[in-house]
């Protein structure tokens, strides 16, 4: 796609080679972005992942944790300083002169990259964000003569391309189009040659087998605000749910399912209160909803499992999938107030109360008791520097920190001078 209509995220530093490709250290994205002298943006490296890994594979599978700056030797080898990891890596140019080096499975409504395919892999067209899809051939050099695409298995093809992107159902001016697969299995070749129209001399072909299914997959559960009928965090197995924070808050669960249609979802609640549910519709709510509006959940505390099983037909009747089950943990205490104290700031008799923590999208801060006339909180991030502030906060502030803030730690100073206090926030990917 054309780099004037990509999405970057703080970015942090800029190289070129010497051949006029401009490099960008994607910060937030944990990616590093490469523009061609066509004005073409790709990634040559980070699969996205705030973490470390992939060292001696693809560098477009490799994790990298707030990439800066950036740096090309004579050869056209990329040095990338990877400072959350402590590590200067190093992408290295293939010594192959055509090559294709992977296969991006892409998304043909929004022109993004969905995933780079795996040898043997059993994708799940239930778990997708669309079923509009293709797949686009990654080259190096990134700009060659011509890409020879040959598919085969329930559906075949054979795709040409003379130009970027080497895309196996084509594309029109760099907008996808579109391919629903069947459902089984296939295999892929790409080979890329020097010039147009399959002439030239070739590159080693790559071939990658393949499959497509179509089950229904319950995919996660949802903490649900019931008076706001909004998302407050997705739930895993090591959240902790303290009542302190909230108040006489009032929740209800949602499991959430891909894409195909699905029969029914039957959840079973089990700890100091149990509950069985079947949902037939969406929203799929653990406590039923009215037309969308959830019914409120009122928690004790104590240790719960949740199991969520989707079903074919309606009522948990017909073909069972795979079930999901969580750990839940709710307790309800005070904790220390005091700086580093997690969840919750004490100013004289005033109370601050924050929640969820840790967060994904936003998180708010509840005032309650005697407040001054202006209360100022600061958000910091991990490395000191000021990312929100507010002179004044409303006795219940929602503070939105989205997908261009990196997850980690967050320190909130609430109130000022004697009376300033700090607690941590952990914003999850």
Known sequence: MLATDANLSNPEGITTDAQGNLYIADGNSNRIRRVDKEG?????????????????????????????????DPQGNVYIADPVNYRIRKVVVPTTPLTVVSFSLMNAETNQEIKLLKAGEVVNLATLPTNKLNIRANTWPYVVGSVVLKLSGDQSRTQTENQSPYALFGDDDRNYRPWTPTVGSYSLTATAYSGAGATGGAGQPLTLAFSFVDQPTLMSFSLIDADTDEEIIQLRSTDELNLYWVGEQKFNIRANTGLSAVGSVVMQLSGPQNRRQTENQAPYALFGDAEGNYNPWLPKVGNYTLTGTIYSEPDGQGVAATPLTINLKVVNYHPESRLGTEGTAKVEELQIRSFPNPFTESFRLKVTGKRPRNLPVVIYDGYGRTVQQLENIQDDQLFSLGSGYTPGLYVVKVGEGKLARRFKMVKRP
């Open 40 to 72: 073409i943006i790709s990634t040559l490296a980070g699969n996205g992942v705030y973490a470390y890994g992939g060292d001696g594979g693809p560098a477009t599978e490799a994790s990298l944790a707030l990439p800066e700056g950036l740096a090309v």
